[in-house]
């Protein structure tokens, strides 16, 4: 029904507690703070959050008053209420990324880490936040990138076959993709947006130094190489922050107009717990649990 490409769908998974709570990943989770703290706004008054997941990365954006969480999985955002409590500035939507159920204009801002290294269509997903931000809002993405040190490396001493300067993503397992940074920035600038800064992130990541150095000092190393070294995006993940250029379509009224419907994109889509009915085509949506449920099947 939904013609859209496969999602990476962790409903059921407890990749929050065997990630990141016991998979020793404190460094990975400290070096996305101290990229966030260099590319954030300091509030505004809608952020979207794409691929929120759990809600781990949440509580960082305190300064806005109204934070829209978006995940595929319903179990992870059933963790994330239980994580964030079931709070009016928080609203919890399960929805494709590729059919965003969001209005024009609907938000100021947006994230979207750890998940555009999921999707085989980046640039579609670029498009649907794009369709739902307000012109000059601010776009922090994150990606998985091909052409870090370590990659290249390898395919210098043959110990890796593809190329990490090749512009096409290479998908390492299935639905995980890494990215060369000139390809994602290509996709953002046909996707109506600006790159404004960019930030190298995790360049410690190897074993060995988590192994040997205290976290607090690795941290520190971090922060220092994130300030000089985020020119040459060589560490496995790169942070960018995209500022969305005029020449979306108008923001829409607030109030009512804040959904749209995902399978034929009308808007206004009233919202109705416990269902939204789109009054164009008829689909329904339900609304169960604290989450607005808006996959198509």
């Known amino acids: 029904m939904t013609n859209t490409p496969p999602v990476c769908d962790y409903e059921g998974s407890d990749y929050q507690d065997r990630f990141w709570e016991e998979g020793g990943r404190a460094y990975e989770d400290g070096a996305e703070v101290?990229?966030?703290k260099r590319?954030?706004?300091k509030g505004g008054?809608?952020?979207l959050e794409l691929g929120a997941g759990a809600g781990r990365n949440t509580p960082r954006y305190a300064g806005f008053e109204h934070i829209t969480l978006v995940d595929y999985s319903s179990t992870q955002l059933q963790q994330a209420i239980q994580r964030l409590g079931a709070k009016p500035q928080y609203r919890f939507v399960a929805a494709d990324v590729y059919r965003l159920p969001f209005a024009p204009g609907a938000f100021d801002a947006a994230t979207?880490?750890?998940t555009i290294h999921h999707l085989s269509e980046p640039q579609l997903a670029l498009e649907q936040a794009r369709a739902c931000l307000k012109?000059?809002?601010?776009?922090?993405l994150e990606f998985a990138n091909k052409r870090n040190l370590k990659s290249i490396l390898r395919y210098w001493t043959g110990r890796q076959k593809w190329s990490p300067f090749s512009p096409e993503q290479v998908e390492f397992v299935e639905l995980n993709f890494d990215f060369h940074p000139a390809s994602i920035k290509r996709m953002a600038a046909a996707s109506g947006f600006k790159v404004e800064k960019q930030i190298s992130v995790s360049f410690l990541r190897a074993g060995f130094f988590k192994r040997v150095i205290p976290l607090k000092l690795l941290l520190?190393?971090?922060n220092f190489l994130q300030h000089i070294a985020s020119w040459t995006a060589l560490s496995p993940s790169v942070f960018l922050r995209l500022r969305a250029l005029p020449g979306g379509q108008p923001a829409a009224p607030?109030?009512?107009a804040f959904f749209r419907c995902p399978a034929c994109g009308h808007y206004p889509l009233a919202d109705t717990p416990p269902?939204?009915?789109?009054e164009a085509c008829g689909q329904t949506y339900a609304f169960k649990d604290g989450i607005y449920d808006f996959r198509l099947k």
Request: proline share 4%; aromatic share 4%; hydrophobic share 55%.
């Open 275 to 278: 269902k939204l009915t789109c």
């Open 39 to 41: 590319l954030l706004p």
């Open 220 to 222: 520190a190393k971090e």
């Open 45 to 47: 008054l809608h952020l």
């Open 135 to 140: 012109n000059d809002a601010a776009f922090i």
């Open 112 to 114: 979207m880490i750890r």
């Open 34 to 36: 101290l990229a966030l």
């Open 254 to 256: 607030t109030g009512d």
